[in-house]
T-cell receptor, first 109, second 115 residues
């Protein structure tokens, strides 16, 4: 069973549209971290969100721990936002991060 | 932000070869991790460490050894490389772990090809 599920698997937007990415996890966690990655590139930490809502620029993460879900909202998307967005949850019992397979975002002009 | 560097950035070896991947972090983090990433998949944890001399087994440890020589340096060892170990390898570090305050910072990755 995959412990971290992300949806959608891929998303295509027109520039300036908003994006909503979802992450759900099968076991309890107290930490969710969202990352951005270009193909073959470094993972860049976007938001570290134990619970509630956290914002950084055009990015907003909302995590509801008791419902085992987190979302990443990207407002006014730009072409440079294209890439893969990964969410990862920390297993409260072991402390290890488990990653989802990612959402591939393509923003077109 | 934590500074995590990896070397080499690219490596090609043959089946049965001996490979060492290096990772250094310069922000005095206690915890370091090695992951592999394969096309279409998320990252999978190979080994991790709490500090110098410590090693913990991750989720996909078979065929890999690791050693943490100092707080800064963490090495991943492939003593008999196989084509199934062709992958993109990432190192990461964090200040704490298991406390709900353990943001991880990643290196640029090493692309390993085993022929």
């Amino acid at each position: 069973e995959q412990q971290v599920q992300q949806s959608p698997a891929s998303l295509v937007l027109q520039e300036a549209e908003n994006a909503e990415l979802q992450c759900s996890f099968s076991i309890f966690t107290n930490q969710v971290q969202w990352f951005y990655q270009r193909p073959g590139g470094r993972l860049v930490s976007l938001l570290y969100n134990p619970s509630g809502t956290k914002q950084s620029g055009r990015l907003t993460s909302t995590t509801v721990i008791k419902e085992r879900r987190s979302s990443l909202h990207i407002s006014s998307s730009q072409i440079t936002d294209s890439g893969t967005y990964l969410c990862a949850m920390e297993n409260t019992n072991t402390g290890k991060l488990t990653f989802g397979d990612g959402t591939v975002l393509t923003v077109k002009p | 932000e934590a500074a995590v560097t990896q070397s080499p950035r690219n490596k090609v070896t043959v089946t049965g070869g001996n490979v060492t991947l290096s990772c250094r972090q310069t922000n005095s983090h206690n915890y370091m991790y090695w992951y592999r990433q394969d096309t279409g998949h998320g990252l999978r944890l190979i080994h991790y460490s709490y500090g110098a001399g410590n090693l913990q087994i991750g989720d996909v440890p078979d065929g890999y050894k690791a050693t943490r020589t100092t707080q800064e340096d963490f090495f991943l060892l492939l003593e008999l490389a196989s084509p199934s170990q062709t992958s993109l390898y990432f190192c990461a570090s964090s200040d704490r772990w298991g406390h709900g305050d353990a943001e991880q910072f990643f290196g640029p990755g090493t692309r390993l090809t085993v022929l």
